[in-house]
């Protein structure tokens, strides 16, 4: 109600430098050519702060059917955005480390092919698995375990490039995607990189403990021309890693580091 008497009888601009451009574009081909538009904004208050709304825009015409003046209903959608929103968040990211969950990842890693394709270069899949943890799990309980995968999740996010994605598959496994790679030292680099942050000591409730990572690798488009393939040549690799000794990594295809 303050907003509403605060523009009243004062000139009412709908659109602002935060709109997208088709948002803008249909507004201002709406008013143009005498058509009704609706969509979903960002209102800035007279305080100029943002919120979202539901915006009409409506033609009153006169008897004779004759073009009259627009009304304009704004509808607080807050609540329904914020619920969009939690929605979002539960379909694509892990709720307990905030990281892309598997759905997320392969929407991802679909992304991370086709760009490859497209600029003719490759991508990797690095597939990690920490050792030791289901004993410190055992031994500390399921909350400890819960603040350690928390821990391991935040030093691969600060690791990784923003381009890059860091997912977590559920129980101890994480998935890294390195995009735009032209040389297979990049990878080597990164995994390296990796078990070492992994392999740094953890604290929690004053205890201190050490675990450690292997980290099998697939590269498109060489180990798989999808994202299934990829995953799961990948997932070869992080075993055979596992079984060559701890904080190892391992090629699917050792060719292509010879």
Same mark, same amino acid.
Request: with cysteine; glycine share 6%.
């Given at each position: ?72 209903? =704004? %509808?607080? *959608?807050?609540? #329904?955005?914020?619920?969009?929103? $939690? @929605? +979002? !968040? ?5 709720? =307990? %480390?905030? *990281?892309?969950? #598997?759905?997320?990842?392969?929407? $991802? @890693? +679909? !992304? ?147």
């Amino acid at each position: 109600d303050c907003t509403v008497k605060k523009l009243n009888g004062q000139p009412f601009q709908i659109t602002h430098e935060r709109m997208d451009e088709e948002t803008r574009l249909g507004i201002t081909q709406a008013l143009r050519f005498k058509e009704n538009w609706e969509g979903d904004i960002d209102f800035q208050t007279s305080r100029g702060n943002l919120i979202p709304v539901r915006l009409s825009i409506s033609i009153v015409h006169s008897e004779n059917q004759a073009y009259g003046q627009y009304v304009l209903m =704004l %509808t607080d *959608i807050k609540t #329904r955005k914020a619920a969009e929103q $939690r @929605l +979002h !968040q539960l379909a694509n990211y892990d709720t =307990l %480390t905030g *990281i892309a969950n #598997r759905s997320m990842l392969q929407s $991802r @890693l +679909h !992304q991370a092919i086709a760009r490859a394709k497209r600029h003719q270069n490759e991508c990797a899949v690095l597939f990690i698995d920490l050792n030791k943890f289901k004993p410190v799990n055992d031994q500390y309980g399921h909350e400890f375990g819960d603040h350690l995968l928390i821990q391991v999740a935040d030093r691969l996010k600060h690791l990784m490039r923003e381009i890059d994605t860091v997912a977590r598959l559920g129980g101890d496994e994480f998935v890294v995607i390195v995009e735009d790679i032209d040389q297979i030292q990049i990878v080597e680099d990164v995994a390296e990189r990796i078990i070492e942050a992994i392999g740094q000591p953890y604290t929690i409730n004053e205890i201190t403990i050490n675990i450690s990572c292997s980290i099998g690798i697939s590269l498109y488009p060489h180990d798989g021309k999808d994202d299934i393939e990829l995953t799961r040549s990948a997932d070869i690799a992080m075993y055979a890693a596992k079984s060559s000794g701890e904080g190892r990594h391992y090629f699917f295809n050792r060719r292509l580091t010879n």
